[in-house]
């Protein structure tokens, strides 16, 4: 460094060219040939080479005893050659890994991407020195690819190298210990478990060992039980929750030496806040709406719309769960039997809607209601799901049948005493009133249909046909003022035909009510699966979604790790002054 400080105002061309004994004008041929010929990056490391030299001929090293201690080191160093002294030694070379980031878990390819610092470490006999022959130097940085390098590389790679690909520089120590730590992005085949996706935990393993050495040559030892995390950027998808290491001494069926290796295991959990949002809760409230299905009326003709709709949305899911796990026969995800429990209550709730809307449409005229339909459905299942079924219409409905049926035998009575009296009487002396009846019986028969006119005009032939057999035996006493007082023909029909549509309203009451009973046990149905529905939705929910064992983790299933993290410094710097010459 003397020589460097007494001489740095001198030119350096002139160093140059008292060292290579070369004149300036060589000199400068040479930098003109090398401007013309040379391309633009190969003109820059010439010119940093040529300012190489010319430090060097000068005599401005950046170290002088890290110069000599260098050129001492590798003058005579093989780097193809085992760094021990004994053929039968083994070589101790200690591996470990320290996480930086976690890139990537693919879980349909099921590749574990991780960006990783490769700490390795071994002691070469052949770099051993005193410090106090260098200057008390006692560390050395040399370039990897000079020394001798352990072939460690990882078994289970998926894609890309299987080794380290940046050669960075090498730290070596007075003692002969070589600790190398270059970076390294590794893609490792990780088996995706997805029992219980997206409540899941995941191991993901990589293994190392030497591609060629056996452990009779090298031996592998970590240096920590587990995968460091000094520097790691968290991940937003997966949780490091334990990171052990294990040491295995294998045997495979090709060799017959013993070959060691290291598995470090990663047990990642899933952060499954992402998931719920976009695949649990819609999930949920679709099973919700299966539910409110047997809410609907009967009488609404959306309810096979709305399964049919809830069944489509569940098919919608399913797909997109497929595009997220991998394809794998070994199991179902458990979001995937909760998308399978929820299809099945909706295909069954289809069935169930079919079932009620064919006994909610059900008459007296197609089905007969059996006696046990009547004691459960009619009965005793309404009183226990708190249904109570509204008589007050129907008493009300048959108490104004009966006062109707009370009025028109009172009209009747009335208008058969004053149509008594022969029809060529005038009634109050009005000549008018003798057409009255006539006039009511034709009134009366324009508004009957022919139908029901052949049906009354019947049922008066029987019923006269069966007064005068009475009549022929005796059994009917006659008054000798019967002729005055017989009623006319024309009467008796309207008579008849108020009879045939009183029953004929009877008949559509029994018929409505029959109806109404059928309904009402649809609607008993429909409240018996709406209560079934609402308990098996629950429970299935909850024994499914709440099944995966790392909901229920306290904290103390695995180790976790804390790693001290780097602390940071500010330190101030001067501003930057130019030095002026």
Not at 142 to 163: C, E, F, T
Not at 382 to 390: E, G, I, N, T, V
Not at 551 to 574: A, D, F, L, M, S
């Amino acid at each position: 460094m003397t020589a460097c400080m007494k001489s740095k105002h001198v030119n350096p061309f002139v160093g140059l060219i008292r060292k290579y004994s070369v004149n300036a004008n060589q000199l400068m041929a040479l930098l003109l040939k090398a401007t013309f010929k040379l391309s633009q990056q190969s003109l820059v490391n010439f010119g940093l080479k040529f300012v190489e030299i010319a430090r060097q001929g000068l005599g401005c090293h950046g170290s002088e005893h890290e110069e000599r201690l260098f050129m001492a080191l590798m003058s005579n160093y093989n780097s193809l050659i085992r760094p021990v002294k004994f053929p039968n030694e083994i070589l101790n070379v200690t591996f470990g890994l320290s996480i930086s980031q976690l890139i990537k878990v693919d879980e349909k390819n099921q590749i574990m991407t991780a960006s990783m610092w490769v700490k390795q470490k071994w002691r070469d006999f052949q770099l051993v020195w005193d410090p106090d022959q260098f200057g008390g130097l006692t560390v050395l940085h040399v370039p990897s690819n000079m020394i001798w390098m352990p072939d460690i590389v990882l078994y289970n790679n998926a894609d890309g190298p299987y080794d380290v690909t940046m050669m960075t520089m090498a730290i070596i120590y007075s003692d002969g210990t070589v600790y190398w730590v270059p970076p390294a992005v590794y893609k490792s085949s990780c088996q995706i478990d997805v029992d219980y996706f997206p409540f899941d935990e995941q191991h993901c393993r990589m293994k190392f060992g030497s591609w060629t050495y056996d452990g009779d040559h090298v031996d592998l030892g970590a240096i920590s039980d587990k995968i460091e995390q000094e520097d790691y950027w968290e991940n937003g998808e997966w949780e490091i929750v334990e990171t052990p290491v294990e040491r295995h001494a294998l045997k495979y069926p090709c060799c017959a030496e013993i070959y060691v290796d290291l598995t470090f295991t990663m047990v990642l959990h899933r952060k499954p806040l992402f998931y719920i949002v976009t695949l649990v809760l819609p999930c949920l409230l679709i099973s919700v709406l299966t539910v409110f299905v047997f809410y609907i009326p009967s009488d609404c003709g959306e309810k096979i719309t709305l399964c049919i709709s809830v069944l489509l949305a569940l098919i919608v899911f399913l797909l997109l769960i497929s595009e997220i796990i991998p394809p794998t026969s070994k199991t179902i995800p458990l979001i995937g039997i909760y998308l399978l429990f929820t299809m099945v209550l909706v295909s069954l709730s289809i069935i169930v809607t079919v079932i009620v809307l064919n006994i909610h449409h059900r008459t007296s005229t197609t089905h007969t209601m059996p006696e046990w339909v009547k004691r459960w459905f009619l009965r005793r299942l309404p009183s226990l799901l708190f249904m109570q079924r509204p008589r007050y219409n129907k008493k009300r409905a048959h108490g104004k049948l009966k006062e109707v049926l009370r009025q028109s035998r009172s009209n009747t009575s009335q208008s058969v005493a004053v149509c008594c009296e022969p029809l060529s009487k005038p009634m109050n002396g009005d000549p008018r009133s003798q057409s009255i009846p006539v006039l009511l019986a034709q009134k009366t028969r324009e508004k009957i249909t022919p139908s029901l006119r052949e049906e009354i005009e019947w049922r008066e032939r029987h019923r006269i046909k069966h007064e005068r057999g009475h009549d022929n035996d005796g059994n009917k006493e006659e008054d000798d003022d019967d002729e005055a007082y017989t009623i006319p023909f024309e009467l008796k029909g309207a008579i008849g035909h108020i009879n045939y549509i009183v029953e004929h309203l009877k008949e559509e009451d029994r018929v409505e009510e029959i109806s109404e009973d059928w309904k009402f046990v649809a609607m008993v149905i429909d409240r018996i699966f709406l209560w079934l529905f609402v308990i098996v939705c629950i429970s299935g929910t909850c024994s499914i979604l709440l099944d995966s064992p790392v909901i229920w983790e306290n904290g103390t299933e695995h180790k976790r790790y804390q790693p001290e993290k780097p602390i940071i410094q500010v330190v101030e710097t001067p501003p930057y002054q130019p030095q002026t010459t």
